[in-house]
């Protein structure tokens, strides 16, 4: 796998369900000026994927309050991702997620972000890109390895400190510590 860190974030543009339940066409540079945790995970309707995207949506506020987007992609269309969000979280849906969901059809999204797996899905990948489209921070996880949404979230505080201090932040650093 190459690693993108240091470099312009691939620009994609696809359909997405966005946080109203409607279906738009977004592009990754609509969110110029803003910093954007770009996660990739492998299919709807699995086990570990609701966890991770229930959880970044259960921290929204968390991310927003640091300027950053969240923006999930799979290879599933916006009509699985729609289907999986009307899906009560008792019945192994999503419910109401507060980000975009982005349907990666074509699987070209993942190719650019090299996390397209032997079996067609993607790894759990997880990109911090900067305001001015930048890859600050690469994650790839193998497909039975959940992420820690706190850790993106301490690795945005990390990146925001840093740019703005001009300071180091060394293992295990927080905010404050």
């Known amino acids: 796998m190459a690693t993108l860190v240091s470099k312009p974030a ?7 369900v966005m946080p109203d339940g ?9 969110y110029k ?5 770009l996660f990739f995970y492998p299919l709807d309707f699995t086990f570990v994927c609701p966890t991770e ?4 949506s259960e921290k929204h506020a ?7 987007q969240v923006i999930g992609v799979s290879i599933d269309s916006q009509f699985s991702h729609l289907a999986w969000r009307n899906t009560d979280r008792k019945a192994g849906g999503l419910g109401e997620i507060k980000y975009p969901l982005v ?30 489209g930048v890859v600050q921070h690469q994650l790839i996880n ?6 820690n949404i706190d850790e993106a979230l301490r690795m945005v505080d990390a990146l925001q400190f ?10 295990n650093w927080n905010e404050g510590s």
């Open 10 to 16: 691939p620009d994609f543009g696809a359909q997405a």
């Open 53 to 56: 995207i229930i959880g970044f």
């Open 103 to 132: 349907a990666d059809l074509n699987k070209q999204i993942r190719k650019d972000y090299d996390v397209l797996a032997d079996m067609g899905i993607a790894f759990r990948g997880l990109f911090l890109i900067d305001k001015e």
């Open 22 to 30: 409607s279906f738009d066409q977004i592009e990754l540079s609509d």
């Open 62 to 68: 968390e991310f927003e309050k640091r300027n950053t």
């Open 162 to 171: 840093h740019e703005k201090n001009g300071e180091v932040c060394p293992a």
């Open 142 to 147: 193998n497909l039975p390895l959940g992420r």
């Open 33 to 37: 000026g803003k910093y954007v945790v």
